[in-house]
């Protein structure tokens, strides 16, 4: 998605791979895998460095990583101000998808649209405190995007649904 908007992208999985990076992507996945992995390749502390002054989105599992507290122990990098629920919405096959609107977006598509959010094991985003602030909630009112300064996090795959105006907001937020 970020290739197709024009931006230079490339993996990361070595520390010395952040250099010269303007923001990164902590993509959906397992949240336990990614930080297990990310402890094991010595990842944690550069990538805690690299989120206190560049951007970093975390999508689903990303999310969860990026919070202070997923409720069950495993390596976090509790950059930002948000509690997270691992699988909220049940299991694999209860997945769903719901248009959103996203007033933080607006502009950035003819008429303001809602976003169709696609939902696949996720998250919910708990709690908003600190500095953290909810860009998204569900109609009954749970959160499923927030943003903390440069930080952002989707309890959805925007990646999906191909629309890339999360991306986007993104890429702004790391210029």
Same mark, same amino acid.
């Given at each position: 998605?970020?290739?197709?908007?024009?931006?230079?992208?490339?993996? =990361?999985?070595?520390?010395?791979?952040?250099?010269? $990076?303007?923001?990164?992507?902590?993509?959906?996945?397992?949240? &336990? +895998?990614?930080? @297990?992995?990310?402890?094991?390749?010595?990842?944690?502390?550069?990538?805690?460095?690299?989120?206190? &002054? @560049?951007?970093?989105?975390?999508?689903?599992?990303?999310?969860?990583?990026?919070?202070?507290?997923?409720?069950?122990?495993?390596?976090?990098?509790?950059?930002?101000?948000? &509690?997270?629920?691992?699988?909220?919405?049940?299991?694999?096959?209860?997945?769903?998808?719901?248009?959103?609107?996203?007033?933080?977006?607006?502009?950035? !598509?003819?008429?303001?649209?809602?976003?169709?959010?696609?939902?696949?094991?996720?998250?919910?985003? @708990? +709690? =908003?405190?600190?500095?953290? @602030?909810? $860009?998204?909630?569900?109609?009954?009112?749970?959160?499923?995007?927030? %943003? %903390?300064?440069? $930080?952002?996090?989707?309890?959805?795959?925007?990646?999906?649904?191909?629309?890339?105006?999360?991306?986007?907001?993104?890429?702004?937020? !790391?210029?």
């Amino acid at each position: 998605m970020l290739a197709r908007l024009g931006a230079q992208v490339r993996e =990361v999985r070595l520390p010395e791979e952040l250099d010269g $990076l303007d923001g990164l992507v902590l993509p959906g996945g397992e949240s &336990t +895998t990614i930080g @297990k992995l990310a402890t094991d390749y010595g990842l944690i502390e550069p990538l805690r460095a690299f989120g206190q &002054t @560049k951007a970093i989105y975390g999508t689903c599992a990303g999310a969860i990583f990026l919070s202070k507290d997923a409720e069950r122990n495993q390596p976090l990098l509790g950059l930002m101000d948000i &509690t997270v629920e691992r699988n909220a919405y049940g299991r694999q096959v209860e997945s769903f998808d719901v248009e959103v609107p996203v007033p933080a977006l607006n502009g950035l !598509a003819d008429g303001d649209p809602p976003v169709r959010a696609v939902f696949i094991r996720a998250p919910l985003i @708990k +709690t =908003v405190s600190g500095d953290a @602030k909810s $860009l998204a909630s569900l109609p009954d009112g749970r959160i499923i995007a927030a %943003q %903390q300064g440069k $930080l952002l996090a989707t309890a959805f795959h925007p990646e999906i649904s191909g629309d890339d105006r999360f991306h986007r907001y993104f890429l702004k937020l !790391a210029a």
